[in-house]
């Protein structure tokens, strides 16, 4: 039988993360039961105190068993915690240890939506990939540079490590885990039973891109916002880096590490969201969105609206614009 350990870190962390976690593993056993078959999990909540106080006090968790008494266990979840991402790594260091240790004696470990950032504390994450909330990934890409974050992807495997995408794209992976443990036939059931996608791998169709602004580079913020006023034509990196006085290779490095994408990449994805918004909100074809952002070639105007959200344009206009659907 696995054990499987759902932390309850100190914090604001997730009840959906935790109950929901809770429940499915528990009714994996509840439908083998059902065909004959012996349980395969023990799930415990685990946790550093006796309790933990969430969303202001409203709610309480007790978790089973405390740390310190539990010596071994084969599957850690981190669920979301959320608030000051330093305090919660300080207010967890012990449950940090514990991690490390557990991890190195073979268990394996899964972190849900931002519960990433607890994860990649622990300095398991360094070197490999991850994902998490799409939102936060420009924080967590501050905090853990050594860290490969592939922010539009729903589930991350490597070594024993998974992550999960943001919000309740964290149920994707447990159902991933499922299967992993019992077997695609009650991964198929359980899909069912609570209505999860079990096809979904990326979030790209759910993310907004506002532009990675948070940075102290000005020459990059100036490059960014001249970009952003000239989504009709093509700004390239030689462009800029004359209007700035820079060196080209100097303006691309120092781009990249303050926003996380190249020149190139990044005006893409400001010419995409422009787009996005006319197929959400217009009745524009999909030609007159891709002049509108100053794109001439339909089949490089698909390719890369593709590459940014997972979608053909019109498939994406048909599920967002209501007038569409």
């Not at 197929?279 to 794109?295: D, F, I, P, Q």
């Amino acid at each position: 039988m696995k054990h499987i350990s759902i932390l309850v870190p100190e914090g604001d962390c997730s009840i959906a993360n935790i109950e929901g976690t809770h429940q499915i593993f528990l009714r994996v056993n509840d439908y083998l039961a059902d065909s004959g078959r012996p349980p395969i999990f023990n799930v415990q909540l685990v946790g550093l105190n006796d309790e933990v106080r969430i969303k202001k006090g409203l709610f309480k968790v007790c978790p089973d068993v405390l740390i310190r008494n539990l010596a071994h266990t084969d599957l850690i979840i981190i669920p979301s915690v959320h608030g000051d991402k330093k305090k919660v790594l300080a207010d967890n260091e012990a449950l940090l240890s514990w991690i490390i240790q557990q991890y190195n004696s073979g268990a394996a470990v899964a972190s849900l939506c931002i519960g990433a950032f607890l994860l990649a504390g622990t300095g398991l994450l360094d070197g490999r990939s991850c994902t998490l909330h799409w939102a936060l990934a420009g924080e967590f890409r501050r905090m853990f540079p050594s860290v490969h974050l592939v922010a539009d992807k729903i589930i991350t495997d490597e070594n024993n490590i998974y992550t999960s995408g943001g919000a309740y794209s964290w149920l994707n992976l447990i159902l991933y885990l499922v299967e992993k443990y019992a077997g695609r036939e009650i991964a198929v059931l359980c899909s069912k039973r609570f209505q999860i996608d079990i096809q979904r791998s990326r979030q790209s169709p759910f993310m907004v891109f506002s532009g990675q602004k948070d940075h102290e580079d000005e020459a990059v913020r100036v490059a960014q916002e001249f970009i952003e006023k000239n989504i009709h034509s093509t700004v390239t990196a030689e462009q800029l880096s004359a209007m700035l006085s820079l060196g080209r290779r100097t303006l691309e490095r120092r781009f990249k590490k303050a926003t996380g994408n190249t020149i190139l990449e990044y005006a893409q994805r400001i010419k995409m969201e422009v787009v996005k918004k006319s197929l959400e909100t217009s009745r524009l074809g999909v030609n007159e969105a891709m002049y509108k952002v100053g794109y001439t070639d339909p089949k490089t105007f698909r390719m890369v609206f593709r590459k940014v959200t997972g979608l053909s344009p019109r498939q994406y206009r048909n599920r967002y614009n209501r007038e569409f659907v």
